[in-house]
């Protein structure tokens, strides 16, 4: 996920601030539902948790992208309350990790609970903090329940001790535990505060961790109201730090300090963290960027894709590291379904109430808005045309931008292989699945991919063929990031490791193996000689083999 913005002196995440900007019309009114919806005391009260033991960070500011106007004034961690963040985290993960399972998947199940209690105040909080249209914070409200509930549910099955065969049948008791990996670093960013925080921070603390976690500035009361609702729940209030700062200075003291580290972002920062990381010998995982292809095959029912794609491309006004930015239809079908697509896109509504009337949000910040601009312009210079959108609407609010759908894109262009994050799409034509095929995967990244055919098994074996860490048939992303016990993630530059499913969980422990020999020893038995024992166990694994022992 593309959702920050790179410090040129050490490559670490940078919180990628709204600052206040030009007005639109209506701002009144906007600024008086922001302030009736978003309390002082909720404000000051969350700005209080943040971890801060004495140093002097200075002070970080978010501003809302729907107005410009000040949401929340921070004090910044300095590098010393990252490291005292973490010293009480440690402190506190070692009762934790005695703390049974059942206890630590209760906090969960409430947490569940108090997740669809809260929505409301959450949604607001998304919105203002975001900029997207409230269909879109809803699916971050959906998405962090159903992970709570899974991992609430799930966590047992994939972390409990289980039982292996040991090197001989009967003779040696092999037991493989997980244990936790001791206090997590998470680092996440401002497109999905409340969906992301959930799919890192819980699995790492059911699995018996504690976490120091970095919000970015601009979502930062999204993730501390979280962690409220989390200790609401009867979480340790020790147990989940949150800092917060500009990312070059605390993102680098997360790293220093953790026994792992779990990042989303983008790929240039990905991979300053990977080394940061590597350099110490802890692991992290990464989610990155992504230029997601669609494929609407000739068979393809055109309603339903068209439908399908306006929701991939534009949702959270296409700030998603799953989102589509690249379609391609077959060419029998091309005519019939951009003229749909171009009347559905047209058709949109964008808004900044926090209500269900607009169909597309803000952008989040200013270089996201700059980065679209500058994509579309570039491309426009190079010869591609502007089917659909291509404008800033000052006059919606200071960060919107239009949905945008591009024609004879080329690969010299900017928006052709560079991921946009906003809300703009490429389309093209093709004949053959083998030229589809090749241009989908004709990409650094490879996160997400779609397909829409009536023909199951042709999906299938597409699907195999696509450089992808997902795929969803007849679906943009929805179907694929909402099974959350299936992994979730990206080959290539698009990341390393899974959240979601077992592989979400079992990234925060180490494997453990306990082996009891009983009776007799791996040595020679009864004064046995080294020859004969040797002979012995030749034929006792030619037998192993036979009898089909795994």
């Known amino acids: 996920m593309t959702a920050d913005t790179i410090d040129p002196g050490n490559g670490i995440s940078e919180d990628a601030q709204s600052t206040p900007a030009g007005t639109g019309h209506g701002e009144a009114s906007r600024l008086e539902t922001i302030h009736t919806r978003l309390s002082a005391d909720l404000v000051e009260r969350l700005v209080g948790k943040v971890s801060i033991h004495g140093a002097v960070g ?56 108090l997740l669809l209690e809260r929505s409301e105040q959450l949604l607001d909080l998304v919105q203002i903090e975001t900029g997207k249209a409230r269909k879109h914070a809803l699916d971050e409200v959906l998405s962090a329940a159903a992970a709570t509930r899974h991992y609430a549910y799930a966590s047992r099955g994939y972390i409990r001790p289980k039982r292996r065969r040991g090197v001989l049948p009967v003779l040696t008791k092999v037991t493989e535990a997980r244990v936790p990996k001791g206090v997590v670093g998470i680092i996440t960013p401002w497109n999905y505060p409340l969906a992301l925080s959930v799919s890192d921070v819980i699995p790492a603390l059911i699995a018996g961790n504690a976490v120091v976690h970095k919000p970015d500035t601009q979502t930062a009361l999204t993730g501390l109201r979280l962690r409220e609702l989390a200790v609401q729940a009867g979480l340790p209030e020790d147990l989940w730090q949150v800092v917060v700062g500009d990312g070059p200075v605390v993102g680098p003291a997360v790293i220093d300090n953790a026994d792992y580290i779990a990042f989303t972002g983008s790929t240039a920062t990905g991979r300053s963290v990977a080394q940061a990381a590597a350099a110490r010998l802890v692991g992290c995982s990464l989610e990155l960027g992504g230029k997601n292809a669609m494929l609407v095959l000739d068979d393809a029912d055109i309603e339903k894709a068209v439908s399908g794609a306006v929701r991939g491309c534009f949702s959270s006004a296409g700030q998603l590291c799953i989102s589509i930015e690249r379609i391609y239809v077959h060419y029998t079908k091309y005519d019939d379904f951009l003229a749909r697509f171009l009347t559905e896109v047209r058709a949109m509504r964008l808004g900044s109430g926090l209500d269900y009337t607009a169909d597309m949000g803000s952008l989040t910040n200013t270089k ?90 042709r999906a299938r074996e597409i699907a195999v063929k ?85």
């Open 58 to 113: 200075g002070r970080t500011q978010s501003y809302s992208p729907l107005t410009g106007e000040l949401i929340a004034d921070y004090p910044a961690s300095a590098p010393q309350d990252v490291r005292a963040a973490f010293e009480t985290a440690r402190r506190a993960q070692q009762t934790w990790a005695t703390t049974p399972l059942s206890q630590r998947a209760k906090v969960a199940r409430r947490l569940h609970d």
């Open 368 to 457: 996201q808005l700059e980065n679209v601009t500058l994509h579309v312009e570039d491309a426009k210079a190079k010869g591609a045309k502007v089917l659909s959108g291509g404008r800033r609407r000052a006059d919606i609010g200071p960060l919107f931008y239009e949905p945008t759908v591009l024609g004879d894109v080329k690969d010299i262009m900017r928006v052709h292989g560079d991921e946009t994050f906003g809300p703009v799409v490429s389309v093209y034509s093709f004949k053959s699945e083998s030229e589809v095929v090749a241009e989908a995967n004709n990409t650094k990244y490879g996160l997400n991919a779609s397909v829409w055919t009536r023909d199951n098994k």
């Open 466 to 550: 696509l450089h992808t860490g997902t795929v969803n048939v007849n679906e943009a992303y929805a179907a694929a990031w909402g099974s959350v016990a299936a992994p979730m993630g990206g080959m290539r530059q698009s990341g390393l490791g899974r959240r979601h499913g077992a592989e979400g969980i079992l990234r925060f422990t180490e494997a453990q193996t306990t082996a009891q020999e009983r009776l007799l020893p791996i040595a020679p038995w009864f004064g046995m000689s080294d020859q004969r024992w040797g002979a012995l166990m030749l034929r006792s694994l030619k037998l192993l083999k036979t009898l089909r022992m795994k």
